[in-house]
């Protein structure tokens, strides 16, 4: 047995490291969190000290026990979770948990999981830092506060099933609040004044005028002063210019930069750089330093001068603008900077790519430009053209990486021809263009990280989670938006004569940014007008300032809650009792045929337009909204044609043809059959033979293509691609494949490597007693029985398990008798703690 066990987090972790230490080391992992919160119940004294009522999770319990009996017949135990302080909660469950004895326990940290690392960390071990665990506890204990009792708020007032949550509602608020001044916003035109000239040498050169003109009568006017005018360069000034890189990864940078060069969610990033990791890669991904040690800036130096050359070096350090930044942590950077990329799968490729880019380039050279400005006179009046360009002299840190930004609108600045003042120019047109200010941009996933960041809201480790939630809670969706077709004027002067066009733009158009959805309007509109305190920015940013301040020592955490809870509850008691029911109802107008009111608010099976009161004798008429219209901004015309629907086409092959609109949207059913209207198809423009067309078309493709052991097979175009379907299963058709040209060999091979799938997902099949296991995700196994589905655990060995030990599982798993229902706490399990050091052991 080996004389000293190492616990980390993740068994990946655990792999790498265990390929450093010899063979007086066991390394186990814990799986994350050994103990946490109750999920049915607050879990938290608020009567007392606010202690949290931690508890180790049904699937977690032999795990506990394995490492219980590890860390007995171990000399010495090292906590090696991660360094921040979700990690050193972690260290501390498992001292607590495990009953490790203070004597024999040491808890070491590294940002990296390389030999030099872990070896340092072995002779620097330390104790847990209680100040980082209350810290840890603090932040979700009041995160468990406001989502358990706001959350049952929602349910009464606004609708069952919702959620709230301290940080994910503030971020749907940004989300809604930037929706409304989109909504609300009117543009302004203007004309922008553009030229080209030619110089004496032929040479193209493109000029704008500084200044716009509010009308097209002005901008005609000045159009119309060039006629016979000469045109020289009035002032040519040339100036060296310095571009400097920007300071290496923090996990919101690296979050923002993949979105933007790679297209990656934010969840993405985070999922791929935590294998990097854990792979022994990149230093820790949770950071919000910029800074590098001295052994990496050495480390990078030496990388610079022998792959560029001394020339190409600047080391340099770089300080954090956000407060409560962790400078003694480090930058996400590669382990070794020699190793200039990885043959690992595309994505981890890509992203460390990224990530050694961006690290090398922060110590390198300033990049050296030449910016020329040319302003160019016409003779025919005083305003000035202006024309700019950029040479790059030394390339410096730009050799390897350049910045990407979320709003780049100017175009790049080129090259200017040679010039001298005084030298006459060849005007070959002037054009004003008519051009309109734009609202605020919709957030991307990493527009918002931005912006949480800059208001100091939340921590790198929670942004991920963040708007995965809110995404996944249906508050917020990454939308498509069709746009608007706009006309625009554009005048041209040329030769002489002013011709004037009117050409047409797409306007408001937006695919795969952060849009609110009608519910998430109506859950931030009531949290804002009943909780304002918990939805302001300023509030939240504080919080987490005190959430720094117990990290540091300097708060008591409990101290924190009471001061919070003492005004927060009786708040919740009050509006719980108060409250309007909010459904987000908007009165668009009287209907014309029963006069009654014509109103859009939010119902039991989502938004919807609605004629009359419950008041009224008759009841209320009910339709839908369709897929793309909102509460929010539906106008009074496009609710009053909802009541057309669904609208009886005629019909065809004796059965009857109707469009309608259904919970995966707008259809036409053909007696028992539904055919989906196809992408931007207004349901109101569908005419019958439309609607003969997509169904012959879908008669077409519902057509067996082959026959495969007696039995029929068709093909389609569903939510994850194109598939087969054959007795009954759905196999997915990918890219090997031409799908409109299966091959009867093709199909064969589909379905057997599916049938051959299917059987090695089969662990164990009990027939008999009709129970099986079957291989899962992510290394997991998942035990069946009827209706009963049991994900087991990764420290359970599904090949080993027997029936008798199944049936136990399945047995367990029932739900307890009425009359056990007061005996549910048990000792064994539920465990009130504070962030005291465990007890020795006698």
């Known amino acids: 047995m080996a004389k000293n066990l190492v616990i980390v987090e993740s068994p990946a972790k655990a792999k790498t490291i265990e390929k450093f230490l010899g063979k007086d080391f066991k390394v186990a992992s814990s799986y994350g969190h050994i103990a946490d919160l109750p999920s049915k119940e607050l879990g938290v004294d608020v009567e007392g000290d606010f202690k949290p009522k931690y508890r180790v999770s049904k699937d977690k319990k032999e795990l506990v026990k394995n490492l219980k009996d590890l860390a007995i017949k171990a000399e010495m135990v090292w906590l090696a979770s991660d360094e921040d302080r979700e990690g050193e909660a972690i260290a501390w469950h498992l001292a607590e948990e495990l009953e490790l004895d203070p004597s024999k326990t040491k808890r070491i940290v590294f940002n990296s999981i390389t030999k030099n690392a872990i070896d340092k960390a072995i002779q620097n071990p330390r104790g847990i830092d209680y100040n980082l665990v209350n810290a840890q506890q603090a932040r979700r204990v009041l995160d468990r506060l406001v989502g358990y009792e706001l959350s049952p708020v929602l349910w009464k007032k606004v609708k069952s099933g919702l959620s709230a949550g301290r940080v994910q509602s503030v971020s749907v608020r940004l989300i809604v609040e930037r929706e409304r001044e989109i909504q609300d916003f009117t543009p302004l035109a203007s004309f922008k004044i553009t030229a080209e000239f030619v110089t004496s040498e032929g040479k193209l050169v493109k000029a704008r005028l500084p200044k716009a003109f509010d009308t097209k009568e002005e901008a005609e006017a000045f159009l119309n002063k060039h006629i016979n005018a000469e045109f020289t360069v009035a002032d040519l000034d040339t100036k060296p210019a310095k571009k400097s890189p920007t300071a290496p990864f923090t996990t919101s940078t690296l979050q923002q930069e993949a979105a933007r060069k790679l297209y990656f969610s934010v969840s993405k990033?985070?999922?791929?750089?935590?294998?990097?990791?854990?792979?022994?890669?990149?230093?820790?991904?949770?950071?919000?330093?910029?800074?590098?040690?001295?052994?990496?800036?050495?480390?990078?130096?030496?990388?610079?001068?022998?792959?560029?050359?001394?020339?190409?070096?600047?080391?340099?350090?770089?300080?954090?603008?956000?407060?409560?930044?962790?400078?003694?942590?480090?930058?996400?950077?590669?382990?070794?900077?020699?190793?200039?990329?990885?043959?690992?799968?595309?994505?981890?490729?890509?992203?460390?790519?990224?990530?050694?880019?961006?690290?090398?380039?922060?110590?390198?050279?300033?990049?050296?430009?030449?910016?020329?400005?040319?302003?160019?006179?016409?003779?025919?009046?005083?305003?000035?053209?202006?024309?700019?360009?950029?040479?790059?002299?030394?390339?410096?840190?730009?050799?390897?990486?350049?910045?990407?930004?979320?709003?780049?609108?100017?175009?790049?600045?080129?090259?200017?021809?040679?010039?001298?003042?005084?030298?006459?120019?060849?005007?070959?047109?002037?054009?004003?263009?008519?051009?309109?200010?734009?609202?605020?941009?919709?957030?991307?996933?990493?527009?918002?990280?931005?912006?949480?960041?800059?208001?100091?809201?939340?921590?790198?480790?929670?942004?991920?989670?963040?708007?995965?939630?809110?995404?996944?809670?249906?508050?917020?969706?990454?939308?498509?938006?069709?746009?608007?077709?706009?006309?625009?004027?554009?005048?041209?002067?040329?030769?002489?004569?002013?011709?004037?066009?009117?050409?047409?733009?797409?306007?408001?158009?937006?695919?795969?940014?952060?849009?609110?959805?009608?519910?998430?309007?109506?859950?931030?509109?009531?949290?804002?007008n009943h909780f304002e305190n918990i939805l302001d920015y300023h509030f939240t940013a504080k919080v987490e300032e005190d959430f720094d301040n117990i990290a540091s020592g300097t708060t008591d955490w409990t101290e924190m809650m009471k001061a919070f809870y003492s005004d927060f509850h009786p708040q919740v008691a009050h509006v719980e009792e108060t409250a309007e029911r909010e459904t987000g109802e908007r009165v668009l107008g009287v209907d014309p045929k029963s006069g009654k009111p014509l109103s859009v608010r939010l119902g039991r099976f989502g938004p919807m337009a609605q004629i009359g009161t419950v008041e009224d004798e008759e009841k209320p008429q009910f339709a839908s909204l369709l897929p793309g219209q909102s509460i929010d901004s539906i106008t009074f015309e496009e609710a009053l044609e909802l009541f057309q629907l669904p609208r009886k086409l005629g019909s065809y092959e004796g059965e009857e043809v109707e469009v309608n609109s259904g919970r995966f949207g707008p259809y036409v059913r053909f007696g028992k059959s539904f055919v989906s209207l196809e992408k931007r198809e207004d349901i109101f423009d569908v005419t019958l033979d439309r609607a003969i067309e997509l169904i012959k078309g879908k008669q077409k493709a519902d057509a067996p293509i082959a026959n495969y052991q007696g039995l029929e097979v068709t093909k389609g175009v569903g939510r994850f691609g194109p598939f087969i379907k054959w007795n009954g299963m759905f196999i997915n058709v990918n890219k090997k494949y031409d799908f409109d040209h299966l091959s009867s060999g093709d199909i064969q091979e589909l379905i057997e490597d599916k049938l051959k799938k299917e059987s090695e997902k089969v662990v164990h099949d009990w027939a008999d007693a009709g129970i099986r296991i079957e291989k899962a995700r992510w290394g997991r196994h998942t035990l069946l029985k009827g209706k009963t589905k049991i994900e087991l655990s990764k420290d359970v060995d599904a090949v080993a398990m027997t029936l008798e030990q199944a049936q136990a599982l399945i047995e367990k798993q029932k739900p307890a008798k009425a009359k056990t229902k007061t005996t549910t706490k048990s000792k064994t399990t539920t465990k009130t703690k504070a962030a005291s050091k465990p007890k020795t052991k006698k």
């Open 269 to 528: 990033t985070m999922s791929t750089a935590q294998r990097l990791y854990e792979s022994g890669y990149i230093t820790y991904m949770r950071t919000d330093s910029v800074n590098l040690s001295p052994e990496a800036i050495e480390a990078a130096k030496t990388e610079i001068i022998s792959t560029y050359g001394e020339l190409y070096s600047r080391p340099r350090n770089y300080a954090s603008k956000s407060k409560g930044a962790q400078e003694a942590h480090e930058a996400i950077r590669p382990t070794d900077m020699s190793v200039h990329s990885l043959t690992l799968d595309r994505d981890q490729a890509r992203l460390y790519d990224l990530i050694w880019k961006r690290t090398l380039a922060s110590q390198m050279s300033d990049a050296e430009l030449e910016r020329t400005n040319v302003k160019i006179d016409a003779s025919t009046h005083k305003e000035q053209f202006v024309a700019q360009g950029e040479v790059l002299i030394f390339d410096g840190f730009l050799k390897v990486y350049l910045e990407s930004h979320d709003d780049e609108e100017e175009e790049q600045e080129g090259m200017l021809p040679a010039m001298r003042v005084g030298e006459n120019l060849e005007n070959k047109n002037i054009t004003a263009t008519e051009r309109y200010s734009r609202p605020p941009a919709r957030y991307t996933e990493a527009s918002l990280v931005k912006k949480l960041e800059e208001l100091g809201i939340g921590r790198p480790s929670t942004y991920a989670p963040t708007i995965s939630t809110i995404q996944n809670r249906g508050y917020v969706e990454r939308g498509t938006a069709e746009g608007d077709k706009r006309s625009y004027v554009q005048l041209t002067f040329a030769n002489n004569d002013l011709k004037e066009k009117v050409l047409s733009e797409v306007v408001g158009a937006d695919k795969g940014k952060l849009m609110p959805t009608d519910i998430g309007m109506i859950v931030n509109d009531f949290l804002v």
